[in-house]
């Protein structure tokens, strides 16, 4: 078992993603259809100084760096992630790196995306104002190039494909990425669920399973770019696949550790 290298882009077939469970019908399909494939899932708990229906989004309260290394928002989720690899992979505590935040999240905007920045092979999306300022120099001392957006929901508006291609939500990102050289498409958020809220977006409804495949939460066949979305998926040479037989929902991403 290896922790996986660059954030969102497995080089081998997934072993381990993280989400934080919410309890519903739908994430049950969707954790049910993970465990099927093979893939383990290390289920975190809400961080209850968000907002009820976000709470449990996992690209909210947790960012992996690359490698061993990762940042929580709590120090229950940090607990809770070591104590899972070292029972299940005998991997020590002195083999991760991890960090907690020293302040608090809040339940409202800009307070809860400090974790929320999108990472597509070298480059970091975020609104750098916003952003957990050592995540910045993480990823500033690590040569990734930054790119500086208005949007703070960052990660949850992008869903990588590749090192050099993603899909967006958000159509000032589509720009910013096409600037930096990435290949993106927009797929428009209205029809992705987010229970509670207008709508979801792309990224937190989809996640890498291997270098080959991103899955996707439920069906698309509704949205009006799905047509656009598979053509660019074969384009890139990525299969999708739908982990459940409802409508694309939001969960904040799925996030492969391993």
Known sequence: MEFIKTPNLPSARVETVVLAGNGTGEWEKLKASLERRGIAVLELERDLNLAEEVNYHTDLIFHHLGENSFVFSTEENAVKFTEYFSKFHR???QSLNIRTLEYALSGKYPGDVPLNAAVVGGSVICNMKHTDPELLRHYGRAG????????GYAKCSVCAVSADAAITSDPVI????GNAG???IYADPAKIILNGCKHGFIGGAAGKLSPDTLAFTGRIDHLPDCEAILDFLSLHKVRPVFLTDEDIFDVGSIMPVT
Do not use: F, S, T, W
Not at 144 to 151: H, K, S
Not at 174 to 177: A, G, I, P
């Open 144 to 151: 990734y190039r930054l790119i500086n957006v208005a949007q």
């Open 91 to 93: 991997i020590a505590a």
């Open 174 to 177: 589509l720009k910013e990425l």
């Open 182 to 184: 990435i290949d993106a």
